[in-house]
């Protein structure tokens, strides 16, 4: 089946730094989105990445479609507790919406 | 407005026995989505409804079947539950090409 690979698998890090994470694939997508998991929670849209090349973003949250249109970024500034969570890339893929395995974050403060 | 609502939040099974998984969706979206999430391999599509009246087979469709009721309903069964299929099951609602919306998940024990 079709395949996101998604890096890395998890992260600790400070309170204060910033983040990347990025997602792959070897298929062209159209859209790309990134959502974030918290604990005992469902997935919650963070990002929604429609146009190749195109960087948005959401707070401290910065997602960018890549001009390849086989991946996608996502930086988080100056992280914070609450960021911690399962942060998950998606792409459509004819009516069906498929997922990283998901990038785990832990905050130290 | 609740958005997607999944029902139980909790189930514990015997092996052999069977249940179905409720979810509802208050959005008027045309698509809902059945996965399951274990440790590790992320979020895993069971079965999926782009539209009412229709459903097709996702990544992992083994052991489950599913109903689209109407265009607000859309259950998961478990025919004969084996541990397995001991998992956190999310449903989502959406439109065809854009983001999708999650519930809060059955937390699902097979034993």
């Known amino acids: 089946g079709q395949q996101l690979n998604q890096s890395p698998q998890s992260m600790f890090i400070q309170e204060g730094e910033d983040v990347s994470m990025n997602c792959t694939s070897s298929?062209?997508?159209?859209?790309w989105l990134w959502y974030k998991q918290d604990p005992g929670e469902g997935p919650v849209l963070l990002i929604a990445l429609y146009k190749a090349g195109e960087l948005t973003s959401n707070g401290r949250l910065t997602a960018q479609f890549g001009i390849t249109r086989k991946d996608s970024f996502l930086n988080i500034s100056a992280s914070i507790p609450s960021d911690v969570g399962i942060y998950f890339c998606a792409v459509r893929l004819t009516g069906k919406l498929i997922f990283g395995q998901g990038t785990t974050l832990q905050v130290k403060p | 407005n609740a958005g997607v609502t999944q029902t139980p939040k909790f189930q514990v099974l015997k092996t052999g026995q069977s249940m179905t998984l409720q979810c509802a969706q208050d959005?008027?979206?045309?698509?809902m989505y059945w996965y399951r999430q274990d440790p590790g391999m992320g979020l895993r599509l069971i079965y999926y409804?782009?539209?009412?009246?229709?459903?097709d087979k996702g990544e992992v469709p083994n052991g489950y079947n599913v109903s689209r009721l109407n265009k607000r309903e859309f259950s998961l069964r478990l025919e004969s539950a084996a541990p397995s299929q001991t998992s956190v099951y999310f449903c989502?609602?959406?439109?065809?090409?854009?983001?999708?919306?999650f519930g809060q998940g059955t937390r699902l024990t097979v034993v």
């Open positions: 409804s782009a539209s009412e009246g229709t459903t």
């Open positions: 959005m008027n979206h045309n698509s």
């Open positions: 298929s062209i997508f159209n859209t």
């Open positions: 989502a609602g959406g439109q065809v090409y854009a983001e999708a919306f």
